[in-house]
């Protein structure tokens, strides 16, 4: 969830790297309205205050967005949220009941699905989110969707830069109910880093080791999410395409898998490091 100031702006911003977004609807009693970029089976969300009905959004978000946005959150997709807020609470977590939420698409369907969100006492920058709709049938709302001029297939991984990565791993860990990885040096995002691999795209909890991406992100914005890593069919088509809608030339750098990446930066996309993955 990349949080901007003007939504149409972010629109922008993404359409110029070449997602393919879509307008997603409003959020009824929340006064914010977003966009969507589906993926495979995940989805880049770009969320917003509308201006009529900003008196209705959280303080938590609106200072937020006063302090420019970004990406605020990591929502962790669940298929029976009730069980997996249990199971939570077995091991201490602070975690809040399941509650209804929804979106009125731009051509008046109602999209359902539950929410479970994280307490004081475990303050990390993910939710829990069970999808009532299916998948399909929220497709079925933006015909075409998913097929992106930057070839982005899924997301491939999502970066939370920490202070200490041993401390917050082991938070993690309980929170998620599984083992804490192994740390590693992320090249790329120049950090110390711990991986959870949720089905098919991993968490990455990351502390910086030198200047880079991840440091930078820590300076400006103090701990949270700020980078995603996308798996795309071709970085040099995506970098073409970014290049014909003047973009400037993505940084280059290599995993410690071995493999290419390159990075958007948050000047160009509102605030968050976007990487890409793939072959050339």
Same mark, same amino acid.
């Given at each position: 969830?990349?949080?901007?100031? @003007? #939504?149409?702006q ?19 009693g ?10 495979e089976?995940?989805?880049l969300?770009?969320?917003?205050v509308?201006?009529e009905e900003?008196? *209705?959004?959280?303080?938590? *978000?609106?200072?937020? #967005?006063?302090? %420019?946005?970004? *990406?605020r959150?990591?929502?962790?997709q ?5 069980a997996?807020?249990?199971a939570?609470?077995?091991? %201490?977590?602070d ?9 009125r698409t731009p051509?008046?369907?109602?999209l359902?699905w539950r ?8 303050p ?6 069970q999808h ?14 998913? !097929?992106?001029?930057? %070839?982005?297939?899924?997301a491939?991984?999502?970066y939370v ?7 917050? $791993?082991e ?5 998620l ?14 950090? @110390?880093?711990?991986?959870?691999e949720?089905?098919?795209?991993? #968490?990455?909890?990351a ?7 991840a440091a !930078?992100? #820590? $300076?400006?914005?103090g +701990? %949270? ?6 798996r ?15 973009? +400037?030339p ?5 995993r ?6 390159? *990075?958007?930066?948050?000047q160009?996309?509102?605030?968050a490091?976007?990487?890409f993955?793939?072959?050339?």
């Amino acid at each position: 969830m990349i949080c901007v100031p @003007d #939504l149409q702006q972010g629109i922008d911003a993404y359409t110029k790297i070449g997602f393919d977004v879509r307008p997603g609807g409003v959020h009824p009693g929340r006064g914010t309205h977003n966009a969507i970029a589906f993926h495979e089976n995940d989805y880049l969300e770009l969320l917003s205050v509308r201006a009529e009905e900003a008196d *209705l959004a959280s303080a938590g *978000l609106l200072a937020f #967005l006063a302090r %420019g946005g970004g *990406l605020r959150y990591i929502a962790m997709q669940s298929d029976d949220l009730a069980a997996d807020v249990a199971a939570m609470r077995t091991r %201490g977590v602070d975690v809040s009941d399941a509650g209804d939420g929804g979106r009125r698409t731009p051509d008046g369907h109602e999209l359902r699905w539950r929410v479970a969100s994280l307490g004081p006492r475990n303050p990390l920058p993910i939710f829990f989110i069970q999808h009532l709709t299916p998948l399909v049938e929220r497709r079925r709302q933006a015909p075409g969707a998913g !097929e992106h001029p930057n %070839g982005v297939l899924r997301a491939e991984r999502a970066y939370v830069v920490v202070e200490d990565v041993t401390t917050a $791993a082991e938070t993690y860990g309980r929170v998620l109910g599984m083992p804490v990885p192994k740390v590693q040096r992320g090249n790329v995002i120049k950090a @110390d880093m711990a991986v959870f691999e949720v089905g098919p795209t991993g #968490l990455g909890v990351a502390q910086p080791a030198e200047a880079g991406p991840a440091a !930078e992100s #820590l $300076a400006r914005r103090g +701990p %949270g999410p700020f980078q995603v890593l996308y798996r795309t069919r071709s970085m040099d088509a995506a970098a073409r395409f970014m290049a014909d809608h003047g973009m +400037p030339p993505p940084a280059r750098g290599i995993r410690n898998t071995g493999e290419q990446a390159m *990075l958007v930066g948050p000047q160009d996309a509102c605030g968050a490091y976007i990487g890409f993955v793939g072959p050339a």
